[in-house]
């Protein structure tokens, strides 16, 4: 360590000096300036670009995120059976994008999807879209008669031309893939009474740019007779697992149900299909639910897991890849910091000056990856961060890794810009007392940080029930 402070930055009399202060801190600036507009690229743009090809469920909707399909529960008393109406479709008729129109008579005779979706969401809608197109593309040959119908619930904006550029991007075939607009009252009053799925425009402090309408997650199935007989969540993978059967011809396909029927001429209780969602009680608000009724607006108690899943669910993949590639930067990192070391044992010092430069501009690039990373995952999900899913004993470990961590990880540009400067000044003695501080600080922020990577999302103890054991006997033993 003397040897790194005593020599760092040392050159022999008459030796080349490599580079000058003023060349410093001129490529200190530029690379600032470079990585500041890589900053507004990753998180300005990319995060409204992306959002059109891929998202999952959005806080906007105010629904369920996931719904919860149970086994039937026998009645105690004679009850009804409530399942999905079988009326036809009402008369209906809406102009398609790529012209003409898309009517209830010209669906007749064929088998279709309808799913909900507006152009400028910030929520589930890409991500719905991108489902579709792939049930789209996978039937193409073996069920080409199949037809997709897909409806906005913002005709207001999405006008034919915005629609037919939306359809482009998803590369769909509008022979067998149709995308409708209209009147907003018209469609609306159709998806309600029609397709019995909630839609509503969000008013007030509800409406934000990408969360202009409230509507329904499901896409519904209808047959050759313009009868919906099923409906599908589209952001459940299980759900759409048993869409992709149907479609294909793996599966049976849905019949219709009865409807609403009574059992009181029969001798036995009926089964009825229920799905649950949780919701907290004693709450003073309330919103619409998605069939249009009054319900408990607040939630139970955010678990990590749950936090997660959300997460998982909104988050966009190239977003989602973001910690890994922190990951990797803080892995360079300490490998440069090591070797820098090692050069300067050796008495290498042009080569420990040049690590010691990378290695501080691989902790800059860390950085605004970081802060990227944060602030996307802001806008997609409102967290501003991931939750540990370890046990209490294992969650306080985390923590004592974490408080130092983030407080020691703002010192460290402070320090490392203050070290290269008193090396580019040759002021030795300040320098090295200095070094003795810094290097230490950096590899314990850039180690912990590998290790907070891993903690929330590869901790092993999730999927280990006897390390869990294990620790569950060590905190009684204590």
Sequence with gaps: MQHLNQHTFCRRPGSPRGMSRTAFIAGLAMWTLVLGALYLVAVRKLSNDSAQTEVSQADG????????????????????????PSRELPEFEFPESAGGTVSRESMKGKRWLANFIFTRCAGPCPLMTRDVSELHRLVAQSNPDFRFVTFSV?????????????????????????????????????????????????LGDL?????????????????????????????????????????????DFPKPDPG????????????????????AEDSDTES????????????????????NRKIDELLP??????????????????VLLLSGLGAIKSGNRIRHRNLMIVSFLVSVAFLVCYLSYHEVLYRFTQYRGRGFEGS???????????????????????????????????????????????????????????????????????????????????????
């Design 288 to 307: 619409e639910t998605t069939d249009g009724n009054k319900a408990d607006d607040t939630t139970l108690p955010e678990t990590p897991q749950a936090r």
């Design 154 to 202: 913002d005709p207001g904006y999405d006008t034919a031309e915005v629609l037919q550029k939306y359809a482009e991007t998803f590369r769909a075939d509008q022979e067998r893939w149709k995308f409708v607009t209209g009147d907003e009252t018209a469609m609306h009053d159709f998806i309600r009474r029609g397709f019995t799925q909630y839609v509503q425009p969000n």
């Design 317 to 334: 993949t190239w977003a989602a890849n973001m910690p890994t590639i922190n990951a990797c930067l803080n892995s360079a990192c300490i």
């Design 260 to 279: 609403l029927t009574f059992s009181a001429t029969s001798g036995e209780n009926p089964t009825v299909p229920l799905t649950l969602v949780p919701v």
């Design 207 to 251: 409406r934000k740019p990408g969360f202009e309408v409230a509507h329904s997650n499901r896409a519904v199935l209808v047959n050759e007779e313009g009868v919906p007989v099923a409906s599908f969540v589209m952001t459940i993978s299980e759900d759409v697992a048993k869409l992709r059967r149907i479609i294909e011809g793996k599966g």
């Design 61 to 84: 909707a105010k629904q369920p995120r996931q719904e919860t399909e149970l086994e039937p529960i026998e009645a105690t008393q004679k009850t009804v059976i409530i399942s999905f």
């Design 392 to 478: 209490i004993w294992a969650t306080r470990v985390y923590f004592t890794i974490l408080i130092p961590h983030v407080i020691l990880a703002a010192l460290v540009p402070i320090l490392a810009l203050r070290v290269f400067y008193l090396a580019f000044r040759e002021r030795w003695p300040e320098h090295r007392r200095l070094a003795k501080i810094t290097l230490p600080i950096w590899l314990f922020v850039s180690i912990t940080g590998v290790v907070i990577y891993g903690m929330l999302y590869h901790w092993p103890w999730r999927n280990a029930p006897a390390l869990l054991g294990v620790l569950d006997s060590l905190k009684g033993s204590v």
